[in-house]
């Protein structure tokens, strides 16, 4: 009985021994691969990433100028990230959030307008 009370008050005045999640989170170690992610507008769509890739989780469509990553084939690896010669494929420390069915992380690059395109000249009064 003395035990029990004894337990019963250090558990009163002692902090909780696990975190309020998803309150509190803990932060990610050093190095955590969580998920990979593209900054698609460097993207040049060589191919490199598809080809290297161990699991077939990417595929890069040129003509489309598109880029999508199954993440159910994709271990985090990091061969691609470290293959890409235009450095924008990005290994996040977060994981990716539940999703109620399978869906793929497409990209798609926006077409740019000619930057030697001549501006239109105003004409003055
Ligand atoms: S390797 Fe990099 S630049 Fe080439 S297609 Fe993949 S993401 Fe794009
Ligand atoms: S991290 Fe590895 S498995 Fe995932 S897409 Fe990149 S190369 Fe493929």
Redesign the pocket.
């Known amino acids: 009985m003395f035990g029990m009370v004894k337990n019963v008050l250090a558990n009163l005045i002692s902090r909780p021994s696990t975190r309020l999640y998803p309150f509190e989170k803990r932060p990610f170690f050093k190095g955590t691969r969580g998920s990979?992610d593209i900054e698609i507008e460097k993207c040049v769509f060589c191919g490199i990433?598809q080809r290297?890739?161990?699991?077939n989780?990417?595929v890069v469509d040129r003509t489309n100028k598109t880029w999508t990553?199954d993440p159910y084939?994709?271990?985090?690896?990091?061969?691609?990230?470290e293959s890409c010669p235009k450095k924008c494929?990005l290994s996040k420390q977060d994981f990716n959030h539940p999703v109620n069915g399978k869906q793929k992380l497409g990209r798609k690059q926006e077409i740019k307008q000619e930057e030697n395109q001549e501006k239109p000249i105003l004409a003055s009064k």
Request: net charge positive; glycine share 0%.
């Open positions: 990979i990433c290297r890739c161990p699991s989780a990417i990553l084939k994709c271990i985090i690896c990091n061969v691609c990230v494929i």
